[in-house]
């Protein structure tokens, strides 16, 4: 259920606020593991505008924020390709909290402790408005997608993949028919889910 009180400034907010940027903000009951779904779900808002700021790092374990769509993934291998890196993978959750001074589930890419590159979704900067984290698990601000790039700096990329859990669910909930066994692809033990 979202709540619409006033809450108290977070470093996300305050670096908001002091480079004038309006925002709307949106509270919701945050779970673990409830991700951008609940917050779309529980604000009222469309799910591709809500956007997640990810803790990522190169080879060398230079950290990097990534945004995106709330209902994507990241192409990695693409993402690494257009910033000229050879691999990119997440943080571990400890190492994004220490890098970004956000737990996991309230990180926002504004105020972060480390200064970090940061790059968007190209797709993202289509909206007139979306909601990004403000700092705080069960947080949400509403602001133009223009400062991402104008004041944040982040530089747009073009990474988007559709979020493998959206895609079985558009299928009626079935999951598609799997062999039992080794396959070359995946390398494990696969289970036949029963379609």
């Not at 190492?95 to 970004?100: E, F, H, Y």
Request: net charge positive; glycine share 10%.
């Amino acid at each position: 259920m979202s709540k619409e009180k006033h809450q108290s400034l977070t470093p996300a907010t305050q670096w908001l606020k002091a480079h004038h940027v309006p925002y709307e903000e949106k509270s919701y009951e945050y779970q673990e593991h409830g991700g951008t779904a609940l917050a779309a779900s529980s604000c009222g808002l469309e799910h591709h505008r809500v956007i997640k700021t990810l803790i990522m790092e190169d080879e060398h374990a230079k950290p990097l924020v990534i945004l995106m769509h709330g209902d994507c993934e990241v192409s990695t291998k693409n993402l690494a390709r257009q910033i000229g890196v050879k691999h990119v993978a997440p943080c571990k959750p400890e190492q994004a909290q220490r890098n970004s001074g956000y737990m996991v589930g309230g990180t926002s890419p504004f105020g972060t402790r480390k200064k970090m590159p940061v790059y968007v979704e190209k797709t993202i900067l289509d909206f007139d408005r979306i909601f990004i984290n403000g700092g705080r698990r069960g947080y949400q601000v509403g602001i133009d997608p223009r400062i991402l790039v104008d004041l944040l700096g982040a530089k747009p990329v073009d990474c988007a993949i559709p979020n493998k859990k959206k895609r079985q669910s558009v299928s009626g909930g079935r999951f598609p028919r799997r062999s039992r066994g080794k396959t070359k692809r995946e390398g494990f033990l696969t289970a036949n889910r029963g379609v």
